[in-house]
């Protein structure tokens, strides 16, 4: 029998994370900042929430699904947050990208009123969380996660548990800092392609069956090479999680001077008013177009 679940956070993400909850039989208490998107599901019989405090009223898992750490404490942690108004025995997943520290932070003040907390944020861009081929990296407890299971599968297609609370948010940085690393490196060498007059087609091709061919290969250069900077995972969101690694790596005492560098690159085109484009968008501010 499918629960009534609570959800936060709306976006280009949680959206369909959402839908495929709702695909799977759930019932849905939704919040997010923006009403209007909120608002959209009422029409699929979501019930539409004031306060994420109210999500957690009956449900019995909250998933969330927000841009940062502070969106994460407002939610999770405010006075109309969820472990304000959750009652004991509420599983709460959080799939945003948070630094471990706040994942530590928000399982803490949940452990104190017996309220189970998971960060489990995932590895996939819109295509896969519209498609459930989303890949969960969890930390936690593992009878937590074993709760947590079914609405999972609701939403990917692979869960790996990482170890305590932390682990899934460590990993996921260290992921997109190769991701973020990569998509420069890329946007760097389609800039020389191109000035190269080499043929796209060929290229691209070539690319992809080479030493560095990777879903960022098929994903993203077709996009810098045609222009499209649609989001799929919004610049500025990069160089947040960019950020973030660097001060994990700066409490690991690990040295970290690639991540650094490629994070200035991401801050200067964030800046340059690029940050709502998809990543992608790098590639017009190394060869100096405009957004």
């Given at each position: 029998m499918a629960d009534t679940l609570g959800f936060l956070g709306?976006?280009?993400?949680?959206?369909e994370m959402a839908r495929n909850l709702m695909q799977a039989g759930h019932k849905l208490r939704v919040y997010n900042r923006s009403a209007a998107k909120a608002e959209a599901f009422a029409n699929d019989g979501?019930?539409?929430c004031r306060t994420p405090a109210e999500v957690a009223e009956g449900a019995t898992a909250v998933v969330s699904m927000v841009a940062d750490d502070n969106a994460t404490r407002e939610v999770?942690?405010?006075k109309d947050g969820v472990v304000a108004g959750a009652a004991k025995g509420l599983l709460i997943?959080?799939?945003s990208t948070n630094t471990p520290a706040m994942a530590r932070e928000v399982a803490q003040a949940a452990a104190a009123k017996g309220i189970a907390y998971l960060d489990a944020p995932v590895s996939g861009s819109i295509a896969q969380a519209r498609g459930r081929e989303l890949v969960f990296m969890v930390g936690g407890e593992a009878d937590a996660l074993a709760r947590a299971q079914p609405v999972l599968d609701a939403m990917g297609r692979m869960t790996r548990h990482m170890g305590n609370t932390g682990t899934g948010a460590t990993i996921k940085l260290i992921n997109?800092?190769?991701?973020g690393t990569m998509s420069a490196a890329l946007a760097e060498s389609i800039a020389v392609a191109e000035a190269a007059g080499l043929d796209p087609?060929?290229?691209?091709e070539i690319l992809g069956e080479g030493a560095a061919g990777s879903r960022l290969v098929k994903t993203k250069i077709p996009k810098m090479m045609g222009r499209d900077f649609t989001p799929q995972f919004q610049l500025a969101l990069m160089?947040?999680?960019l950020r973030y690694f660097l001060a994990l790596a700066q409490e690991m005492d690990r040295p970290a001077p690639i991540a650094s560098l490629v994070r200035s690159q991401y801050q200067a085109a964030r800046r340059a008013d690029?940050?709502?484009?998809?990543?992608?968008?790098?590639?017009?501010?190394?060869?100096?177009?405009k957004p």
């Amino acid at each position: 029998m499918a629960d009534t679940l609570g959800f936060l956070g709306l976006g280009a993400m949680g959206a369909e994370m959402a839908r495929n909850l709702m695909q799977a039989g759930h019932k849905l208490r939704v919040y997010n900042r923006s009403a209007a998107k909120a608002e959209a599901f009422a029409n699929d019989g979501a019930t539409v929430c004031r306060t994420p405090a109210e999500v957690a009223e009956g449900a019995t898992a909250v998933v969330s699904m927000v841009a940062d750490d502070n969106a994460t404490r407002e939610v999770m942690l405010g006075k109309d947050g969820v472990v304000a108004g959750a009652a004991k025995g509420l599983l709460i997943i959080d799939c945003s990208t948070n630094t471990p520290a706040m994942a530590r932070e928000v399982a803490q003040a949940a452990a104190a009123k017996g309220i189970a907390y998971l960060d489990a944020p995932v590895s996939g861009s819109i295509a896969q969380a519209r498609g459930r081929e989303l890949v969960f990296m969890v930390g936690g407890e593992a009878d937590a996660l074993a709760r947590a299971q079914p609405v999972l599968d609701a939403m990917g297609r692979m869960t790996r548990h990482m170890g305590n609370t932390g682990t899934g948010a460590t990993i996921k940085l260290i992921n997109n800092m190769l991701s973020g690393t990569m998509s420069a490196a890329l946007a760097e060498s389609i800039a020389v392609a191109e000035a190269a007059g080499l043929d796209p087609k060929a290229t691209l091709e070539i690319l992809g069956e080479g030493a560095a061919g990777s879903r960022l290969v098929k994903t993203k250069i077709p996009k810098m090479m045609g222009r499209d900077f649609t989001p799929q995972f919004q610049l500025a969101l990069m160089e947040k999680d960019l950020r973030y690694f660097l001060a994990l790596a700066q409490e690991m005492d690990r040295p970290a001077p690639i991540a650094s560098l490629v994070r200035s690159q991401y801050q200067a085109a964030r800046r340059a008013d690029f940050a709502k484009l998809d990543v992608a968008a790098l590639f017009l501010h190394v060869t100096g177009q405009k957004p």
